[in-house]
């Protein structure tokens, strides 16, 4: 079968880093997304890994290790707009298939 | 704003009904993809389609079915509803046709059945 795992919840400070981790099993894997979604709002894309490593975008970096089936989003400098829930999504035979989101809260 | 339009942003039917939610994609933008979103949940693949043409299935259901027509936009129709289909219903699209591209998602519509 097919299947991710993510926390479903994560607690930061406001200006501190944090790492959402998830981890999967499937077959026919081609690549890792990440999107946020606020509530109540649409998902909205970060980045995505097709190969091994680290990309950054900014104060967001995604990371992936295809042998260990598993990949990062870092969240560095938070800000209180960085709460939100985020969902890794793994591209398997021509879907889309979504962890159930980790939701990251954050205190000033 | 992602550019991409769903209508209606609320729908509120009673069981057995059928429904026809509505998505317009960004300009330019080839493919259309349909999401599930069960309360507080990721969400469910539901439909792929690129330039007019089927381009992948997820865990749709028989009783769920879609197009895109020429002019791009897409159609998603759900029948014989249960209590079981309320969810929020995403239209994304994006310019390719590999799900891993940037994928701009709609506002959504919130289906609740009765």
């Known amino acids: 079968g097919q299947s991710l795992e993510q926390p479903s919840e994560v607690t930061a400070v406001e200006g501190a880093i944090v790492q959402i981790n998830c981890t999967y099993q499937t077959s026919g894997f081609y690549g890792l997304s990440w999107y946020q979604q606020h509530d109540g709002g649409a998902p909205t894309f970060l980045s995505y890994?097709?190969l091994d490593g680290l990309e950054e975008t900014g104060r967001f970096s995604s990371f992936l290790s295809r042998s260990d089936s598993y990949g990062y989003l870092l969240l560095q400098e938070l800000q209180m707009k960085d709460s939100a829930s985020y969902f890794c999504?793994?591209?398997?035979?021509?879907?889309?298939?979504w962890g159930a989101g980790t939701k990251l809260i954050i205190k000033p | 704003d992602s550019g991409v339009t769903q209508t209606p942003k609320h729908l509120i039917t009673a069981t057995g009904q059928r429904v026809t939610l509505r998505c317009s994609p960004r300009s330019g933008d080839l493919s259309v993809y349909w999401y599930q979103q069960s309360l507080d949940q990721g969400l469910q693949f539901l439909i792929q389609y690129y330039n007019g043409e089927e381009r992948a299935k997820g865990n749709i259901l028989e009783r769920f079915s879609a197009q895109q027509f020429p002019d791009l936009h897409s159609e998603l129709n759900l029948s014989s509803l249960e209590l079981g289909d309320s969810a929020l219903y995403f239209c994304a699209s994006s310019v390719r046709s590999s799900i891993l591209d940037e994928q701009y998602f709609g506002p959504g519509t919130r289906l609740t059945v009765t």
């Open positions: 890994n097709a």
């Open positions: 999504a793994v591209g398997s035979n021509y879907q889309l298939i």
